[in-house]
């Protein structure tokens, strides 16, 4: 269904919608809207962001939403050293299930450093580095990610509340802090393998990301389906 798009708010990025299109995926059609921000982008990150949203999501009920950051070497090449793929498929699934959702796609390549210094980090983290030692290492931030655009994407098409897919409490109270009401958290969860483990206990411990600890022992899978609703506010998972 085609989307009513609403101009942007004083204040806020300006951000404009230059294309869209049905996108039928393995896991059902979308409606994929580019839009291109006026904003400056730093370490060669590209201005188009991408909107997949199925079903009516302008009805005023809380959308299932997941706001997720590019990563080429997952999601093009099948990297083993994050989860980054793992979520955005697990998203996907989930808004196919429900008929109804969006899935916010900013072009944040490594957290927002790029593609380059994202490698660069890679080869850090060869040598025994983390993922966060190897971003200092290079004097890079830990996390430069932003989400006022998420933020305006959402407003342009119509959402006025979400269930937020996401192990990163972080987030949830960034899109708060946006003027985003967000209902509740839906956690993402893929389990580990040799090459991702580290990464994901650095996010559990040193990021407070809520990830079980029990995931880590879990047997890799390629399921896609969808995790359990987790209340925005719920307990911390158990280390």
């Known amino acids: 269904m085609t ?14 919608r230059v294309a869209s299109a049905p996108l039928p995926t393995a896991h059902g059609t979308f409606e994929l809207h580019v839009f291109r921000s006026n904003q400056p982008a ?5 201005n188009e962001h991408l909107a997949l949203v199925m079903g009516r999501v302008d009805a005023g009920e809380p959308v299932v939403a997941r706001v997720h950051s590019e990563c080429l070497t997952s999601e093009v090449f099948g990297s083993l050293k994050c989860d980054c793929r793992g979520q955005l498929e697990r998203a996907m699934a989930e808004i196919a299930r429900r008929g109804r959702g969006v899935i916010l796609y900013l072009r944040q390549e490594g957290r927002g450093i790029g593609l380059a210094n994202k490698i660069r980090a890679y080869a850090l983290q060869a040598q025994g580095a983390d993922t966060i030692e190897a971003n200092e290492l290079l004097h890079l931030p830990v996390d430069a990610r932003q989400y006022d655009l998420a933020a305006e994407m959402l407003r342009q098409l119509g959402v006025t509340s979400i269930e937020l897919m996401t192990n990163n409490p972080d987030k949830v109270d960034a899109m708060r802090r ?3 009401s967000v209902e509740k958290r839906i ?4 389990a580990a393998n040799p090459f991702s483990a580290p990464y ?3 996010k559990r411990r040193r990021m407070q990301h809520e990830l079980p600890s029990g995931m880590f022992h879990a047997k890799p899978t390629h399921d896609s389906s969808p995790p359990p609703d987790v209340d925005a506010d719920a307990d911390p998972a158990p280390h």
């Open 178 to 180: 946006l003027g985003v």
């Open 187 to 190: 956690p993402t969860l893929v």
């Open 42 to 46: 730093l370490h060669g990150l590209s």
């Open 3 to 16: 989307q009513h798009l609403q101009p942007a708010a004083p204040g806020l990025a300006r951000l404009e």
């Open 200 to 202: 994901l206990e650095v």
